[in-house]
């Protein structure tokens, strides 16, 4: 069964470091998202993208973020410089379809855990 | 804007028992609702979905019927097993944006 991937699964960095979240999506999909988990949090959206491009970003997603498909598999979020407050899960997830198409699902990763020391 | 209120946890049940985890929801438009599930170590898997009103999801042995007259979509299960252990999220898509907006999650732990 397909799926998306994620790595690292685990990612410790020091405040101020730049990081970059890795993600595979399902081959034939074409939107992709990340969101994130602060613990015991909601899963919040950061942001949204369709040919190659974003379609939609949150208020969480400043200048400090950035995504890219550097290579038509791959999707990464890169954050400059972290923060402590960016500690959280980070999720992706890929879509067939856009979501407000009927019945449209998104699948998600395992989710990469970053913490930020 | 959209959102989903999630019952809060975490939820401890005896195997066999009954299960009920509350959701609401707040949305513009017609949105799709959905639940999710996290086992230990994993991703967010779909456990189910409905895509209109009075729809009724269901998978594993678990059930939530699209209520749009009370806004909810609570998950149910009938006899819960220990394998069914994990972090269960509501979530609702096509509403007013293109986005996912979840609930907080709702722990669930199944004791033998």
């Known amino acids: 069964e397909p799926e998306v991937t994620q790595t690292p699964s685990h990612q410790v960095t020091q405040m101020g470091q730049e990081v970059i979240l890795r993600c595979v999506p399902i081959s034939n999909h074409l939107y992709f998202y990340w969101y994130r988990q602060i613990l015991g949090q909601k899963v919040e959206f950061l942001v949204s993208?369709?040919?190659?491009?974003?379609?939609?970003k949150s208020e969480i997603f400043d200048d400090q973020f950035s995504v890219e498909r550097p290579d038509g598999s791959n999707f990464t979020l890169k954050i400059r410089s972290t923060k402590l407050e960016d500690s959280a899960m980070y999720f992706c997830a890929s879509n067939a379809r856009p979501p407000r198409t009927a019945t449209t699902e998104a699948f998600f990763g395992q989710g990469t855990r970053l913490t930020v020391v | 804007g959209d959102s989903v209120t999630q019952m809060e946890g975490p939820v401890t049940l005896s195997e066999e028992a009954f299960l009920t985890i509350n959701c609401t929801y707040t949305a513009t438009g017609y949105p799709s609702l959905f639940w999710y599930v996290q086992y230990p170590g994993e991703g967010l898997q779909l456990l189910l979905k409905a895509t209109k009103a009075d729809d009724k999801g269901s998978n594993k042995g678990f059930e939530a019927t699209y209520r749009k007259e009370t806004t909810s979509f609570h998950l149910e299960k009938g006899s819960v097993q220990v394998s069914d252990s994990a972090v269960y999220f509501c979530a609702l898509s096509g509403g007013s944006g293109n986005q996912f907006y979840f609930g907080t999650g709702t722990s669930l732990t199944v004791i033998p």
């Open positions: 993208f369709y040919n190659n491009e974003i379609s939609e």
